[in-house]
């Protein structure tokens, strides 16, 4: 918001979640830009348990007055969300039973995200390992639903399964991307694959720009934070830098 205001920068969306720090400036990010609301408070995912606690007026409401083109929901399931002895079948029909009433229910089209497979993912947040190409092609097809590629999420999980990341994402149903997620990824406190949502790299730009010769999305979003050690100069500068590098790329 900085860089837009002192004309540095020229975004066509600010992205936020509607929880934490975030939810308290919704209205003053809507004043500057419309906001591309990722994530409701709800944890919201593909196996999600809770799902009756989604009160989808809110969230209709919320895509309507922020100015949301779409919805992304990550394609996930948790161990503590599954019955008891559950095979792949059975988790892709209740992902597909969760997607249906997400379709149903939200008012603008509704895009899966792929999440990463990391030791990180599987312990601290809880996560069945759901990243394999086909699987995530067969929801996304039976679904009739979109995809959101996060490459940072690809680059980690390929590098934790042995993959070749672009056989990888050959694999996934680029012909449905909607949105690509970037930024610069790393390693955990043990020195596996994480993602700190760091700066891009050369690295990260040119596997961006593989990817567009390979899919037509209508946004790309940078989901870079700043990370321990940054200062608030260093974060805005960095913005900056990707957001130019960017713009060439997309250009």
């Known amino acids: ?8 920068a020229d975004v066509d969306y600010i992205k936020a979640g509607v929880y934490g720090g975030y939810a308290d400036k919704l209205d003053a990010m809507r004043s500057v830009r419309p906001v591309l609301l ?17 009160d989808f007026e809110r969230v209709n409401a919320l895509l309507r007055d ?10 996930a399931i948790t161990n503590s969300d599954m019955a008891y002895r559950m095979d792949d079948e059975k988790i892709h029909r209740l992902m597909s039973e969760r997607v249906r009433i997400f379709s149903k229910n939200v008012r603008v089209p509704l895009l899966l995200e792929n999440v990463p497979d ?23 097809a039976e679904n009739g639903v979109f995809f959101l590629l996060d490459l940072s999420h690809a680059v980690i999980t390929a590098e ?20 690509i997620h970037v930024n610069g990824s790393g390693r955990d ?22 990817a567009l010769g390979h899919t037509r999305p209508d946004i790309i979003t940078l989901e870079y934070n700043g990370i321990a ?20 790329i997309i250009n």
């Open 38 to 54: 990722h994530g409701m408070g709800y944890f919201e995912r593909t196996g999600m348990k809770n799902i009756r606690d989604v």
């Open 66 to 75: 922020y100015g949301s083109p779409h919805f992304g929901l990550h394609l």
């Open 160 to 179: 934790y399964r042995g993959w070749d990341i672009y056989e990888y994402l050959r694999g996934t149903p680029l012909d449905r991307v909607k949105e």
């Open 189 to 210: 406190g043990n020195g596996d694959p994480s993602d700190p949502h760091a700066a891009m790299t050369d690295a990260d730009y040119g596997l961006l720009s593989w």
């Open 1 to 8: 918001m900085e860089l837009i205001a002192s004309g540095r």
């Open 229 to 248: 050690g940054e200062n608030g100069d260093e974060i805005t500068e960095n913005i900056f830098a990707q957001l130019n590098e960017l713009k060439k």
């Open 118 to 140: 990391t030791p990180e993912d599987r312990t601290v947040f809880d996560h069945r390992p759901y990243a394999e190409a086909k699987k995530i092609s067969r929801l996304i």
